[in-house]
Each structure stands twice: as C-alpha cells, then as structure tokens.
C-alpha cells in the first residue's frame, strides 16, 4: 500500500498550485478551474485519510464538497456570463469600475 | 428510532420550518407569472412563524440527529437574530427592488435560503453540517450580489463576491479535512474532548488555522478584507446591507461555537493570531475608511472595523465575552440595517447616488429619515444611550476581566477616530445645503415600518440593554 505521506504530499502540491494560480492568472474562468483545483485536492485529503483510518466519514464528506462545487459552478459560470455580456471581457485587471 | 427523528425534527424546527418555507416560496415563484406580493407576504408571515418557532424550542438545550446539530438555547438566539435580519431586510427592500428593477420573486426565496444556511452554519456541531451550512449561505448570496444582471458595478461585485468567497471555501474546507485526519471524526463535541491532545498536533494546528483563515474571509477581517468595499459598494444596497449583518452574524456565531465555546482554543496560540487580526481590522477599517466619498463603500470599511471590535470578544474567550459579542451582533445588526435602508430609500434607480455628498440637505426634505439616520451613526460610534455604546462597552469589560487591557486601549482609540466619519455624514445631513438634483426618498409604508422598528431597537437596547443581555448570557 501507498503510504498516507505520498497522497498528504500531492494534495498540498496540488492545493498550492491551486492558490497560486488564483493569486497570479488573471482569466476569471482559469482562476475559477484553480478554485476547483483546490476543492479537488481537498477531496484527495479526504479520501486518502478516510482510507488510512478505516472511516468512512472522509468519504462521504467528499460527496458533498462535490455537490457544493457543482453548485458553485453552476453559479459562478452564471456570473462569468452575465459579466462577459456587459463587458465583453473576462479579463480581471479590466474588471475594474470599483477598485479592485 | 422512529420516535427518535421525529423529536429530533421537531428540536430543530426553525431550521427545518426555514427549508419548507424556501421551498414553498420557490414553488409560488415559479407557479405564477405576476410578480411579486404572494412572494413577499408568504415569506414575511413565514419568517416570523419561525422566529415563534425558534422561542419555542429555546428551553430543548441539546444536540439532534446524533449530536450534529445543536438545538434551543445558542442555537434559537442566532436563529432569532438571523430571522429578525432577513424580515426587516424584505420590508426594507420592497419598494427598493421595484426602483432598481430587481422585482423578481427569486429576491425573496434567495433571502430565505441565505438565512437557512446561516442558521445551519451557525447550529452545526459537525463540521459537515458546518460546510454545508456555510455554503447554502454563501451560494445565493452571489447570486443576489448580481441580481440586477445589467448593471455593471452589480455584476462585477457579484463576480469579485463568488471569486473570493469561493477561494476561502477551498481554505475552510482544506482545514476540515486536516482535523479530520488527524482525529478521525468531524464531530465537533468529539474532537473538544480530546482537544488537550490533539493541540499538540502540527497538522492539527494547521487545519485550525486554515479554518480561520476562512472564517476571518467570512467575517472580512483585515488581511482577508480586500472583497468586502467593492462587495458592498457595487451590490444592490439592501443586499449589501444583508451581508453586513446577517452574513457578519452567521460568520461570528458559527466562529464563538466553534473555537470559542467548544474548542476552547482561546489559551493557545491561535489566541494570539486572532488578537493580531483584531488589531489590524480596527486600525486598518477606521483609517480608511476616513478618506471614503461613498457612502456605502464607507460602512463597508466601518463594518471591518466593527469586525475587528468583535474579534476582541472572540480573543477574550469565556462566557461573558460569549454573551458580549452576542449583544454586540444584535446592536450592530439593527444599526447598520437601518443605515444601509435609509441610503437605499435616497439612491437613483440606476443604484448611483450613494455618495455621502448625496445626503445633503436630508434635514429640509425629509427631517424623519434624517434623525433616525443621525441617531444610527451615533450608535455605530457607540455613544450612549444608543445600543452601540453596550456591544462595545461589554466586549472591552470582557476582555479587561480576562488580561487583555491592550486590545481594550487600541479599541478605545480607534473608536475615536471613527467619530470623524461618522459625524461627517450627520453634518452634511444637517448643515449643508441640498445639491442640485434632488433625490426623493422612496419607501413605502412596510419600508418605513421597518426603519420605525429597527430604530425603536436601537433606542430600547441602548436604555434598557438587560432586555437582551438576559437572553445571550449563559447559554454555555
């Protein structure tokens, strides 16, 4: 069997990169698929504790931060859409009648 | 077994009352064409019906559906709180949805589903229970950020709202999932048990601060602050005062169950980061918020400094401290409700006219909203005999009585600074002369019913504070 490290270690990796590239991309739909980046390695967490404790509330867990994303998606891509119609970019640094 | 789910439903039955009433409203919007008064009454009357609800259930102290969710005594006094926010928030914008053009039945059935999250957020002694609370709030609340769909300040504040907010649900849940590992169980009252031991774990640790980080994003706590002006300025007025109070309330409350009255964390050194991030809220949301011209965006940096006055309450920990952010959350809830109605009374129906420059000359057009306005930033300064002057008056004796007299000091201070900007609003009310385009107020009768209340409950907390302070005390 993987030892639990090797899953802990790829989740943060991937969790990370997710921040990082919310922090520094600034397409709203990339910076959205890194938020989603971030709940998927969250769910990797999840699922590797729920396995390496014998538990299954771990995994149960994860069926639900999948459903909230999709709800989030669901939303958020609205939004995107609602935004592009207005503004005809998606482009944050010209998202910018408020300061941002 | 039976037996057992139905008293559970029953002890949780402002929550359940709140997703049946969603639901039913949702069901009315989409059964018929003509907007807008079914909608509107059926969730008034069924607002209150849970806030009778909520009283009822008050002595069933104790934990449903296998100690995930608590219920009656904490549990019914944030749920009263939340209820109390969203009814006074559809009063308030009745009329102001028609002038913005917002007069879609979806307003009403996405303020009750906020509201039923908030209270499952701040009821949940499961971290699942939790998350999904938090998230039920926060997804609809995007989407009444952007309700007015072609205005641009709107969709682009609905835009920067889910961006961030959904960037700090990867961090809370993140700090779900470390707790999880490291103990097992995401059952609040479980982990509390074991707390001493598991403090000592990194990990643990870790996932704790992740969590806060997520709650100080909620909260709009300096450094994770940077939404909440542009939130608040660009969404629809009623809607930002929403998120100021109710989401504000919701936030803090799950936080003081959590890590305060639970976890107990307030004698290690997350005590410390929270007294950092209180000390940075006040200074940084009072100076600010000096130099603002908006109206709205100004008691958007007042209401992170007012989270920063909270933040001591959370750092002091224990039950008198419990009970003072509690009062401070009632008192800050109708104060800023208040505020944000009457700038949503004046505004244009392309939601300009915010600007504190808008306000002069109130006192000739209309003396009534004026004083009412005048005595909500007396409050908000925290003067008595307002219901402000108590929330911050309990907050500091908490901290004093628990050795944080320095939190207290920094408190005092920068309350002095926000007389500045809150005087200025009521001197240019009084003494300047009006501009030249002149706004009429516009709010109906149920608008103004719900400025007469909210005020009413600013006079009546700041004379006779007991009122509440008998109901947020010992509920621990």
Known sequence: ?100 | MMEQLLTDSLNTAPITGMVILSLIVVMINALKKEPLATEYWVSLVGIVINIGLAVWVFPERGTAFSGSVMTGGYASVTAIIFLTAAALTIMLARVYIDKIGANFGEFFHLILFVTTGMMSFAAGLDLLVTFVGLELMSIPLYVLAGITRRNLKATEAALKYFLLGAFSTGFFVYGIGLIYGMTGTTKILDIAQNINAYSSEPLFMVGAGLMLVGFAFKVGAVPFHMWVPDVYEGSPTMVSAFMSTGVKAAAFSALLLVFTATFDFMHSSINTVVAVLSVASMVIGNIVALSQKNFKRMLAYSSIAHAGYMLIGITAGGGVSIAGVLFYLVAYMLTNLGAFGIASFIENSDQTGTDIDDFRGLYQRHPALAVILGVFMFSLIGLPPFAGFFGKYYIFVAAIENGYTWLTIVGVITSMISVYYYLRVVVVMFFQPEGEQVQTARFGREGAFALAVAAAGVLLIGVFPSVVLDWVSALF
């Open chain 1, 1 to 100: 069997m993987v030892p639990i490290h090797y899953y802990l270690i790829l989740s943060a990796v991937m969790f990370i990169t997710g921040v990082v590239g919310v922090l520094t991309r600034r397409n709203a739909i990339i910076i959205f698929m890194c938020i989603e980046l971030m709940l998927n390695s969250v769910n990797l967490t999840f699922v590797a504790f729920s396995a390496y404790l014998g538990n299954e509330t771990g995994q149960m867990f994860v069926f639900f931060i999948m459903a909230v994303a999709a709800a989030e998606a669901a939303v958020g891509l609205a939004i995107v859409i609602a935004l592009f119609r207005n503004r005809q970019t998606v482009n944050i640094n010209d998202v910018n009648i408020l300061r941002w």
